[in-house]
Nanobody
Framework: QVQLVESGGGLVQPGGSLRLSCAASGSIFSIYTTGWYRQAPGKQRELVATILSGGSANYADSVKGRFTISRDNAKNTVYLQMNSLKPEDTAVYYC????????????WGQGTQVTVSS
C-alpha cells in the first residue's frame, strides 16, 4: 500500500510563494496519477491540480498560471509550487491518488495547512 505524507505548508503573505511536497512510500507510486486537493473552512474539498505518471498536468482555473505541479519519480515525491498566493488560497492541502473525480486509492491524510494573510 502506498502511504502519502504532505508537508511544506505555512503562513505566507499575499503575493508570496510556498512549495508543498507529497512524499510516497512504495516504488510503484510513479505509475499513478497524483493530485493536490484543498479544503477551506466551511467548504468542500476541491481539486487543485493533477499530474499523470508521464508528467502531463491539469489545473483548476483558479490556480492556472500561479501553481505548478511536478513529480520526481526517483524521490517518490510530487510537488506543488504555489506562487502569487492569495488569501483565497488559504486551506488545508492534501495529496491523493485519484481513480475518478470521486474515488481515490488512499484514505485522506492530515494534509498541510496553508494560510495566506498579511
Amino acid at each position: 500500500q502506498v502511504q502519502l505524507v504532505e508537508s511544506g505548508g505555512g503562513l505566507v503573505q499575499p503575493g508570496g510563494s510556498l512549495r508543498l511536497s507529497c512524499a510516497a512510500s512504495g516504488s510503484i507510486f510513479s505509475i499513478y496519477t497524483t493530485g493536490w486537493y484543498r479544503q477551506a473552512p466551511g467548504k468542500q474539498r476541491e481539486l487543485v491540480a493533477t499530474i499523470l505518471s508521464g508528467g502531463s498536468a491539469n489545473y483548476a482555473d483558479s490556480v492556472k498560471g500561479r501553481f505548478t505541479i511536478s513529480r520526481d519519480n526517483a524521490k517518490n515525491t510530487v510537488y506543488l509550487q504555489m506562487n502569487s498566493l492569495k488569501p483565497e488560497d488559504t486551506a488545508v492541502y492534501y495529496c491523493n491518488l485519484p481513480i475518478t473525480s470521486r474515488v481515490f486509492r488512499r484514505p485522506w491524510g492530515q494534509g498541510t495547512q496553508v494560510t495566506v494573510s498579511s
